[in-house]
């Protein structure tokens, strides 16, 4: 009856996870529907989506039956992530220029050997799913540990410049509601490969939040004194090194919060 219990609270818990990670793989679709509008992609980085699109893909490999049995939410919310994130590639193919699409193509070749191979060499030189899922889950980790560094980058621009103009809450919100669900699922029965990220997401998460209230009072006062001074800048613009960047709805683009969709 236990065993019972906890499969439907760990069900209940994954799909309440999948519907909140597709609403943060959706969050960048205002930012494609003006790219297509515009007829192109101006500034915005492809690198956050081909992030995103690997990231899933490495866990779809880890909820397969044959490397971790039983992880059907898993998959179904990567799988739908990985979709999504094509979708978003296509996109940015047709609509960059030719030398910013031949580099978007050779990164998503290279993710898509990449994906290939580890799962040529784990499904043919280790015939346990013990082992299968050791090898695909510190994989999965060692690639949400390097997507940490995005959200980091835009803590420290919150920080540098007291605002939280680029750090929207309602997504940084999300992305806490997430960690927390998949956390939780991690723990129905325990799964490392699935807690430690999703652990690392949610404090993260939970210092975004605590950053946005600390600097909204000091990004109302910028904001007003702009406002007052008749020159508000375009929030799409951000001085990185000397040079304005555009600020897009994802990771690395000035969301911090997609890299959190999924598991």
């Known amino acids: 009856m236990v065993t019972a219990a906890v499969n439907t609270a760990r069900n209940v818990v994954g799909i309440l996870g999948n519907i909140i990670s597709l609403f ?19 500034q915005y980085s492809a690198a956050p989506y081909l992030a995103t699109l690997i990231n899933c893909m490495v866990w779809v490999l880890y909820g397969l039956p044959m490397v971790h049995p039983h992880s059907i939410l898993v998959i179904t919310i990567n799988g739908s992530g990985t979709a ?52 695909v889950g510190i994989v999965c980790i060692l690639f949400n540990i390097m997507m940490y560094a995005s959200p980091l980058s835009i803590m420290k621009l ?6 939280v103009e680029y750090m929207p809450f309602f997504l940084s919100l999300a ?21 430690i990220p999703n652990g690392l997401g949610t404090l993260f998460s939970m210092a975004q939040l605590i950053l946005y209230a600390w600097y909204y009072k000091s990004t109302k006062r910028m904001i007003a004194e702009r406002k007052a001074k008749g020159g508000e800048l375009d929030l799409s613009d951000v001085v990185v090194g000397g040079e304005p960047r555009k600020i897009g709805n994802t990771t690395q683009n000035g969301r911090a919060s997609e890299i959190h969709g999924g598991v």
Do not use: C
């Open 24 to 42: 943060l793989f959706l969050s960048p679709v205002p930012t494609f529907v003006q790219i297509v509008k515009k007829g192109s992609v101006e």
């Open 84 to 135: 999504i994130e094509l979708v978003y590639i296509t996109l940015f193919l047709i609509y960059s220029d030719k030398k910013k699409r031949l580099k978007v193509l050779m990164g998503l070749l290279v993710e898509l050997i990449f994906i290939a191979i580890v799962a040529l060499l784990i499904l043919t030189l280790l015939h346990t799913t013990k082992h299968r899922s050791l090898v």
């Open 158 to 163: 919150v920080i540098t410049t007291k605002s």
């Open 175 to 195: 992305s806490l509601a997430n960690g927390v669900a998949w956390t939780t699922y991690a723990f129905l029965p325990f799964d490392q490969f699935i807690a």
